[in-house]
């Protein structure tokens, strides 16, 4: 194709031209999906390693949810929450039984659900534990991403994420992550909730050490605080079972849910809890106009549906399996160390060869979308449909953008 004939560098500078430039996206508009392949305006195809931050663990346009969605749109869109519409109880009730929770409050991006288990850990603090008023303290660990609220960059240990939106919400402890002897530590009488990521995504999917969470389980249970597991984008199958927490057997006390429960179609998101937990709202008290809305219900009805057949959890473990032997095979081979739990890797790129986001722009020429994070490190996590032979392409790509 002839340069000056693409349309991809027009229409690059019309997205930049009137939007913040809050993101540095790779130089590519895609136009159409399917399954885990883009098709760019151009027409040239890419294979999604990134999967929407793990929005899409079911693919691009799964035929079940794209069905529902269009189903629902010719019916029924939105009520709020001041009446109640024909998909909530179904939504409410399945995903309470996949999470083995007895209720769930639905959101819709994943900052919210994070903000709603803060405010019900703190009001599960005063009103159960008998925490002092306006005590209450949450601890938190070194490199989370929670989101981007004001109150959850308050606890960011990322200064771009947090530097210049203070003032800042108190109320939180930071400690490292993986420590337990350090978290357990800054435990004290106010302590309402631990917030942890069971794997932290954005940090470059680091896995704590082996014992960690079932210890943070542990020490929660003792001293009386409760243990929220932000499993937004860990959760959902992405790791090889439904929740990353099950990889040690570990069941916190909430779990935040996002990204992939909305099946890539609209934002979903959900806090699930016992009700001695989430109990504690009462009308008036938190609540969110489009949160559970018909269409979203609809959709993530059948994502809750997909994930209770086990089949996307199995794809994600046995795929791993073979994204870890590929991209283990590179170590040494322009590649430093790499973290993988299912179809989720962490790969560090020897920064002397070149840094994470050049790497992300000669995989996009080589027709593989990832993303990278922290300097050299880059992030995939195709979506749980993609198959053996496209995980071999991706990392074959990645060779040879290391190889030069
Ligand atoms: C672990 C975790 N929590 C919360 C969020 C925030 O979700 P959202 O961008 O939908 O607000 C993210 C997003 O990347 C995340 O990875």
Same mark, same amino acid.
């Given at each position: 194709?002839?340069?000056?004939?693409?349309? +991809?560098?027009?229409?690059?500078?019309?997205?930049?031209?009137?939007?913040? =430039?809050?993101?540095?996206?790779?130089?590519?508009?895609?136009?159409?999906?399917? /399954?885990?392949?883009?098709?760019?305006?151009?027409?040239?195809?890419?294979?999604?390693?990134?999967?929407?931050?793990?929005?899409?663990?079911?693919?691009?346009?799964?035929?079940?949810?794209?069905?529902?969605? =269009?189903?629902?749109?010719?019916?029924?869109?939105?009520?709020?929450?001041?009446?109640?519409?024909?998909?909530?109880?179904?939504?409410?009730?399945?995903? *309470?039984?996949?999470?083995?929770?007895?209720?769930?409050?639905?959101?819709?991006? /994943?900052?919210?659900?994070?903000?709603?288990?803060?405010?019900?850990?703190?009001?599960?603090?005063?009103?159960?534990?008998?925490?002092?008023?306006?005590?209450?303290?949450?601890?938190?660990?070194?490199?989370?991403?929670?989101?981007?609220?004001?109150?959850?960059?308050?606890?960011?240990?990322?200064?771009?994420?947090?530097?210049?939106?203070?003032?800042?919400?108190?109320?939180?402890?930071?400690?490292?992550?993986?420590?337990?002897?350090?978290?357990?530590?800054?435990?004290?009488?106010?302590?309402?909730?631990?917030?942890?990521?069971?794997?932290?995504?954005?940090?470059?999917?680091?896995?704590?050490?082996?014992?960690?969470?079932?210890?943070?389980?542990?020490?929660?249970?003792?001293?009386?605080?409760?243990?929220? *597991?932000?499993?937004?984008?860990?959760?959902?199958?992405? +790791? /090889? =079972?439904?929740?990353?927490?099950?990889?040690?057997?570990?069941?916190?006390?909430?779990?935040?849910?996002?990204? &992939?429960?909305?099946?890539?179609?609209?934002?979903?998101?959900?806090?699930? &809890?016992?009700?001695?937990?989430?109990?504690?709202?009462?009308?008036?008290? =938190?609540?969110?106009?489009? /949160?559970?809305?018909?269409?979203?219900?609809?959709?993530?009805?059948?994502?809750?549906?997909?994930? *209770?057949?086990?089949?996307?959890?199995?794809?994600? &473990?046995?795929?791993?399996?073979?994204?870890?032997?590929?991209?283990?095979?590179?170590?040494?081979?322009?590649?430093?160390?790499?973290?993988?739990?299912?179809?989720?890797?962490?790969?560090?790129?020897?920064? +002397?060869?070149?840094?994470?986001?050049? &790497?992300? $722009?000669?995989?996009?020429?080589?027709?593989?979308?990832?993303?990278?994070?922290?300097?050299?490190?880059?992030?995939?996590?195709?979506?749980?449909?993609? +198959?053996?032979? $496209?995980?071999?392409? *991706?990392?074959?790509?990645?060779?040879?953008?290391?190889?030069?």
């Amino acid at each position: 194709m002839i340069e000056d004939m693409l349309r +991809t560098p027009a229409a690059v500078r019309d997205a930049e031209r009137h939007t913040a =430039h809050n993101y540095h996206p790779l130089p590519v508009v895609i136009s159409s999906a399917e /399954g885990a392949w883009l098709t760019d305006v151009d027409g040239r195809r890419y294979l999604d390693c990134l999967a929407g931050y793990s929005a899409l663990n079911f693919g691009h346009r799964h035929p079940t949810l794209i069905r529902a969605a =269009h189903e629902q749109l010719d019916k029924l869109t939105l009520t709020s929450r001041a009446f109640i519409h024909d998909q909530f109880a179904d939504f409410c009730k399945e995903l *309470a039984e996949l999470c083995g929770k007895d209720l769930v409050l639905p959101m819709n991006t /994943g900052a919210e659900a994070v903000e709603t288990g803060i405010k019900v850990a703190r009001k599960w603090g005063y009103q159960v534990k008998g925490v002092t008023p306006g005590q209450a303290n949450i601890v938190v660990a070194e490199g989370n991403f929670h989101g981007r609220t004001t109150t959850i960059v308050s606890f960011s240990t990322d200064e771009d994420a947090r530097a210049d939106f203070g003032p800042y919400t108190p109320g939180f402890t930071v400690v490292p992550y993986g420590d337990l002897d350090a978290l357990t530590a800054a435990i004290d009488e106010n302590t309402v909730a631990v917030l942890l990521e069971p794997i932290q995504g954005e940090q470059g999917v680091v896995v704590p050490p082996e014992g960690y969470l079932p210890g943070v389980r542990r020490v929660c249970t003792e001293r009386n605080v409760l243990f929220i *597991a932000d499993e937004i984008q860990s959760g959902l199958g992405r +790791t /090889g =079972h439904t929740f990353a927490c099950d990889h040690e057997g570990v069941v916190p006390d909430m779990y935040l849910l996002g990204k &992939a429960l909305g099946g890539g179609i609209v934002p979903v998101s959900a806090v699930a &809890a016992n009700t001695d937990v989430l109990g504690v709202l009462k009308p008036g008290q =938190h609540g969110s106009t489009f /949160g559970g809305n018909p269409l979203a219900c609809a959709v993530a009805t059948e994502v809750v549906r997909l994930l *209770a057949t086990g089949e996307f959890q199995r794809r994600s &473990a046995e795929l791993g399996a073979r994204l870890r032997a590929g991209l283990e095979g590179l170590i040494g081979k322009g590649v430093v160390a790499v973290r993988v739990r299912g179809l989720w890797a962490g790969v560090d790129i020897d920064p +002397t060869l070149m840094s994470g986001r050049e &790497a992300c $722009e000669r995989l996009m020429e080589r027709g593989v979308l990832a993303k990278d994070t922290h300097g050299s490190t880059i992030r995939l996590a195709p979506p749980l449909v993609i +198959t053996d032979d $496209e995980i071999d392409h *991706a990392v074959a790509q990645l060779a040879a953008v290391l190889a030069g």
